[in-house]
C-alpha cells in the first residue's frame, strides 16, 4: 500500500513537474510578450493620440511610471524562476543591466561618437561606409575642426566670454553667498532671509530671463521707463540703454547677463556655506575672541580656512555650471551683440547651421574643459564625505 | 559695559540692515513681474510696476476744450495763467498756483488738462493676462476706449500639461533605475562590480551637450523624435550617473545587519529592495527626486532639441521662449506666463525646503 501511493506520488510529482515546467516555460515566454505589447499600446496612444490633454498627461504619466516598474517585476520573477545558481548569478545585472545599459547608451557611446563625428565635414562621417572607407571618403577632414573652433573669431569671443562668466560669476555668486551666510548666522531673521536669498534658485532660466528682460526694458528718452534699471538711470539724469545690447562697451555687456547667473546661483553657495559655518566648533570662534581678534579676523583668519574644503567645491561647482552655461544667453540675446558662449555655439553650429563636425568638436573642447574641474569637485566632496 | 552694548546694537543694526538690502536686491526682480502680470495690459506699456506704490503724479483735474477758448496754437497761448507755445503745452507748463497745463493730442482736435501734484497709486489689477496665456483660444481683450482686439491665447495650459507629463516620469524613472543599480552596487556580487561603478562615477563629467548630435541620430533612426519616450530617455540618461551615484553614498551606508537578517528569513533581493531599502532611503530619494524635478520642469536645451519640431508637445519653457521671440514686447503676457512657470517649482520649494536643503548638502549638482 505505502509503496503504491509512493509511486503513485512519484509519478504525480513527475508530472507535475513537467506540467509547471512547461507552464513556467509559457509564462517565461508569454509575460514579457504582454508586457512589451501592452507599453508598445501605450507609446502609440501617447504619440498618435488625440484625447484631450489631461487625459493623456495622466496617460503618460501612469505608463512610463508604471512600465519601467512592471519590466523590474518581470524580469526579477523570470531569474527568480530559473535555478538558484543561476539566479545568484543573474540576478545583479536584472538590477544593474538598465542602468548600465541607459548610461552606456546616453553618455559613454556618445562621446566616443561624438568625437568620431567631430573628425568629418558639416555632414558628419558618410552613411553606407564601413569604417575605413569612411575614414579615407572626402568627408573626413581629420582636426581641422579643432584648428577652426581655436582659430575662428566668434569662437574666441565665446572662449572670452566663458572666461568673464568664470571669473565674475562664479566668483561674484560664491563671495554673495559666503556674505549672506555669514551675515544671516547672526541675524534673528536667519530663516526668512536665507528663504528669499535662496528663492530664485528654484526659477528657470528663462523665467529668470523674462525677469531681468523686464529689469533691462529699454524705451527711447523722451517716453516713460517701464525697465526698472532704465528708470533709476533716468532719474539721476543718465541716457536710458538697452543694456545687454548695449553693444558699444563690448565686451563689459556680458556683465548685465551674468548678473542673472548670480542672482540665479548665490542662493545655492548661501546653503553650503551655512550649513558649513554651523560646523565650525564654538570653541574656536570664542577662543579667537577671548584674543581680542575682531570680527574680520576671526571671520578671514578663522573661518575661512576652516571652510576653505566647501569653498573650493561651491566654487568648482558653479565654475562647471558657468562653462555650460546656454539658457540665459541663448533667451536673452540668442548669442548677438557679443555675448556668445561655448554651448551657445555648440547649439549654433550643430543645429542651426547644421554642421555636425564642427558643432562635435565645440562639445569635445567643452568635455576636455570640465573634466579638470569635475575631477577636482569630486574629491572634495568625496573629502566631506557628504550624506 | 555701555559701549560693549552699544556696539553690540550697532553690530545687530549692520547685520540686519545689510541683509535687508540683499534680500530686497534678490526679490525685486521677482517682485516685479509678480506685479505687473496682475497689471492692466495697457499700464504696463505705459509706467513702471512700481507705480503701484504710492507716489506722486500729475493727475488731471479738468479739461477744457481749447477752441472755447478761442486760443490760436500757432502762436504764443494764455491759458489758466500759463503763457507759452504750442511745444511748450505738450511738455506741460506750470502755473503760478502750483499746478500745471498741458496740451493733449495735436492742434487740431485736441484737448487742454489743467492737472494737478497729488499722491496716487496705480491699482488697476486685472486676472485678463492669466486668461490670455492660459488659453487656447482666441481671447477677446477690450480697449478702455470700448474697441474691441481679438488676439490669440497662448495655451499655456497645454504647455503645462505637458512639462508635467514629462517632467513626472523623467523624474520616478531615472530614480527607479538608480536605486536598483545602486542597490546591486553597494549590496550584491558580480562580475566587473568595481569597473561598473568606477565608469558611472566617470560619467558625471559628460556634459549633455556631447550626447546630443549622436542621440538625435539614433531618435532619427528610431523614429523616436518628439515622443513623450524619447525625452523621458534623455532626462533619465542624463540624471542616471549622478542618481546613481548619490543614492550609492546612502545605500552604502545603511546598516547591514538588517538585510542579513532579512536574508536569513528567506527574502529574495527583491523583497529586500522593495520592502527595506527603498522606504528606509525615502530622505535620498526624496531630494533627489525634488532637483530632478526642478532640473527638467526648468530645462530648456534638452526639451529644444528632442521635443523642438512638434507644438503639441511643446513644455511650458518652450512656449515661454516662443513668447520671448515673437511677442518680446507684450510684458503683459510675459510676466504671467513667468509666473505660471514659476508657480510648480516655488511650491515644491517652499513645501519641501527642508529635502531641498539636505540634497543640495549631498551634492545634487548636476556637473
Not at chain 1, 501612469?62 to 524580469?75: M, T
Not at chain 1, 533716468?234 to 547667473?261: E, K, M
Not at chain 2, 524619447?230 to 545587519?257: C, E, K, V
Amino acid at each position: 500500500m505505502d509503496l503504491r501511493r509512493d509511486m503513485g506520488n512519484g509519478q504525480q510529482s513527475l508530472w507535475s513537474r513537467i506540467l509547471s515546467f512547461i507552464g513556467r516555460l509559457l509564462l517565461a515566454i508569454s509575460i514579457p510578450l504582454i508586457a512589451f505589447y501592452v507599453l508598445y499600446l501605450g507609446f502609440v496612444f501617447l504619440r498618435d493620440s488625440q484625447a484631450p490633454r489631461a487625459v493623456i498627461a495622466l496617460v503618460a504619466i501612469v505608463w512610463g511610471v508604471g512600465g519601467v516598474a512592471l519590466l523590474y517585476w518581470i524580469f526579477n520573477g523570470l531569474v527568480e524562476m530559473l535555478p538558484d545558481a543561476w539566479t545568484t548569478r543573474l540576478l545583479p545585472f536584472v538590477f544593474v543591466g538598465p542602468a548600465v545599459a541607459i548610461l552606456g547608451w546616453y553618455l559613454a557611446i556618445p562621446t566616443l561618437r561624438t568625437f568620431y563625428i567631430s573628425l568629418f565635414d558639416r555632414d558628419g562621417p558618410p552613411a553606407g561606409m564601413n569604417f575605413l572607407q569612411q575614414l579615407s571618403s572626402q568627408a573626413f577632414v581629420g582636426l581641422s575642426n579643432y584648428r577652426a573652433v581655436f582659430t575662428e573669431s566668434l569662437m574666441l569671443e565665446a572662449f572670452r566670454n566663458n572666461l568673464m562668466w568664470i571669473v565674475f560669476g562664479s566668483t561674484l555668486s560664491v563671495t554673495f553667498g559666503l556674505v549672506v551666510a555669514v551675515l544671516a548666522d547672526r541675524s534673528r531673521f536667519e530663516k526668512v532671509a536665507k528663504s528669499f536669498i535662496f528663492l530664485p534658485y528654484a526659477i528657470s532660466f528663462v523665467g529668470a530671463s523674462i525677469i531681468w528682460n523686464f529689469i533691462y526694458e529699454y524705451r527711447p528718452a523722451n517716453q516713460p521707463q517701464v525697465g526698472l534699471l532704465n528708470a533709476i538711470v533716468t532719474s539721476f539724469g543718465g541716457t536710458p540703454q538697452a543694456w545687454p545690447q548695449w553693444v558699444s562697451i563690448i565686451p563689459w555687456n556680458n556683465l548685465f547677463l551674468i548678473v542673472i547667473v548670480i542672482w540665479l546661483q548665490a542662493g545655492f553657495s548661501m546653503v553650503l556655506f551655512s550649513a558649513a559655518l554651523k560646523g565650525i566648533p564654538d570653541e574656536l570662534l570664542e577662543a579667537g575672541r577671548i584674543d581680542g581678534a575682531n570680527e574680520f579676523q576671526i571671520f578671514f583668519r578663522i573661518m575661512i580656512p576652516y571652510i576653505q574644503g566647501t569653498i573650493i567645491s561651491v566654487w568648482t561647482t558653479v565654475v562647471i555650471f558657468t562653462l555650460k552655461i546656454f539658457d540665459v544667453v541663448w533667451v536673452m540675446t540668442g548669442g548677438q551683440f557679443g555675448t556668445h558662449v561655448i554651448a551657445t555655439q555648440f547649439y549654433r553650429q550643430s543645429f542651426t547651421n547644421g554642421n555636425s563636425g564642427y558643432g562635435s568638436a565645440i562639445a569635445i573642447v567643452l568635455l576636455i574643459a570640465v573634466i579638470p574641474v569635475m575631477y577636482y569637485n569630486l574629491k572634495q566632496f568625496r573629502e566631506q564625505e557628504a550624506f | 559695559m555701555e559701549s560693549g552694548k552699544r556696539q553690540k546694537l550697532l553690530g545687530s543694526l549692520f547685520v540686519n540692515g545689510t541683509l535687508l538690502l540683499l534680500v530686497m536686491l534678490w526679490t525685486i526682480p521677482t517682485l516685479g513681474i509678480f506685479v505687473s502680470s496682475f497689471r492692466n495690459r495697457d499700464d504696463i506699456g505705459t509706467s513702471g510696476w512700481w507705480n503701484v506704490l504710492p507716489h506722486r503724479e500729475w493727475q488731471p483735474v479738468r479739461e477744457i476744450d481749447p477752441k472755447e477758448l478761442g486760443v490760436d496754437p500757432n502762436g504764443v497761448m494764455e491759458i489758466e495763467g500759463a503763457t507759452g507755445t504750442f511745444e511748450e503745452f505738450r511738455e506741460g507748463i506750470a502755473t503760478p498756483d502750483g499746478k500745471r497745463v498741458t496740451w493733449i493730442g495735436n492742434k487740431r482736435i485736441g484737448k487742454v488738462e489743467v492737472q494737478e501734484w497729488v499722491w496716487t497709486v496705480n491699482w488697476n489689477f486685472t486676472l485678463d493676462n492669466y486668461r490670455q496665456v492660459l488659453g487656447g483660444q482666441d481671447f477677446v481683450f477690450k480697449k478702455p476706449d470700448g474697441t474691441v482686439e481679438v488676439v490669440p491665447g497662448d495655451n499655456m495650459n497645454r504647455a503645462f500639461l505637458n512639462s508635467l507629463s514629462v517632467a513626472v516620469p523623467s523624474t520616478v524613472i531615472p530614480i527607479l533605475i538608480a536605486a536598483f543599480a545602486a542597490y546591486a552596487f553597494a549590496w550584491m556580487n558580480f562580475p566587473g562590480r568595481r569597473a561598473f561603478f568606477i565608469t558611472v562615477v566617470a560619467l558625471l563629467v559628460v556634459p549633455l551637450q556631447i550626447a546630443l548630435v549622436p542621440i538625435l541620430r539614433d531618435y532619427k533612426a528610431l523614429n523616436l523624435n518628439g515622443t513623450f519616450l524619447a525625452i523621458w530617455l534623455a532626462h533619465t540618461g542624463f540624471g542616471l550617473a549622478l542618481a546613481t551615484y548619490l543614492l550609492y553614498n546612502y545605500i552604502s551606508t545603511l546598516p547591514r545587519d538588517i538585510l542579513e537578517s532579512a536574508f536569513i528569513d528567506g527574502a529574495s533581493h527583491f523583497t529586500v529592495f522593495t520592502q527595506l531599502i527603498l522606504p528606509l532611503s525615502v530622505p535620498a530619494l526624496a531630494s533627489f527626486a525634488i532637483f530632478q524635478f526642478l532640473w527638467i520642469w526648468n530645462d530648456y536645451l534638452v526639451a529644444l532639441i528632442f521635443l523642438g519640431g512638434n507644438p503639441e508637445f511643446e513644455l511650458v519653457t518652450q512656449r515661454m521662449a516662443a513668447i520671448v521671440g515673437a511677442r518680446g514686447q507684450d510684458w503683459h503676457l510675459l510676466t504671467a506666463g513667468a509666473f505660471i512657470s514659476m508657480v510648480l517649482p516655488l511650491a515644491v520649494f517652499f513645501g519641501l525646503q527642508r529635502y531641498f536643503v539636505r540634497g543640495l548638502l549631498a551634492g545634487s549638482v548636476k556637473g
